[in-house]
């Protein structure tokens, strides 16, 4: 486990000082997914309003440990995050927005399946850093935030920050055959 | 003994593959490579083989019915060298007609090879993932920019990275 920011890991939506609401989760082949997401000011009330929405979108979303703007049709460099409970997850830093965030250092690579609710009927095998560090802006306030992070946690942060840069796992996916419908069992 | 391509294509159902190698097996065929899978729930196999023409073609005509079967001989292998570096190729985007065809005529253009290719339709979605080999020659980067050019063409976004492969 890597030492978790505190900052983030006592982060609570609360903070955003409002409730979100929930969004359409927009699909693939939907225009706005593959923009390249604006820098936003995480001062703006509109982008603070956004983050609460994320968050309520993710909450009521089964499954779902990460949600991106352009996810619900904003081409913005803000996402979503909360790994809390998963069982690849190792460092977890519980639900957390971050805006404008890059990545400072990635490292280990390892292959694993991953699906999308903008794209729900595939998965995919995508190669992943499993040692991240990211830096980026809380919304709602100033602050510079470096994060390090490893396993689950780290492939859900660099999946939302691909969607932040307009891509999908589908231009990640590790062979022409890494591609698989979504078993439904009835 | 010679080289036998055998297709087979029909609805999917539990059992098709243990009947057809079974039924191939019994002639003393040797398997080499094969693969299947589900296209839009038809079941669709290829294999290459070794065997007799005649008997093998006896031996599935029994499945013939609901599975149309081929049988065909084959030439000598036409196994060759890598032309150059492996890529894996990535198109996605709405569904239209020519997606494939345009794409993969830009990789022709160039001299690149597609060694495995895989599409999906997944609702309005349409998916193409590709190994590609590029040969050393070409031009990457005006590749790069005509299947950029390509994409915006057709609506859909596209992307040529080099293949990793770890050697453990």
Redesign the interface.
Known sequence: MTHLNELVASWSPAQLGLVGDVLEVI???H?VL?LLGAEVDPLDPVMVALAADLVATMRVSPGCVGLAAPQVGVAAQMFALDVTGHPKTRTCHGVFVLCNAVVVEASR?EKAREGCMS?P??TGDV?RATRLTVQGVIPGTTDSVTLTTDAFEARAIQHELDHCS???F??????????Y?RKVYL | MSQLAVTVIGPDRPGIIADVTEALAGTGVNLEDSSMTLLRGHFAMMIVCSGEFEAVKEAVEPLRGELVITVREMGPEQTHAPIGAPY?L?V????RPGIVSAVTRMIATVGGTIT???T?L??????L???VEIPAAADLELLQRALEITAEEL???V?LRP??SDDL
């Open positions: 699909r693939a082949p225009p593959a690579q794209v009927d595939l190669k307009g891509k999908l589908l231009d990640r996916v590790a062979g022409a055959h890494a591609l419908p | 894996m990535s996605h985007g709405a569904d495995d290719l895989t999906r997944s609702g309005a979605l349409y998916v993932t590709a190994e609506g859909v976004g992307t293949a990793e």
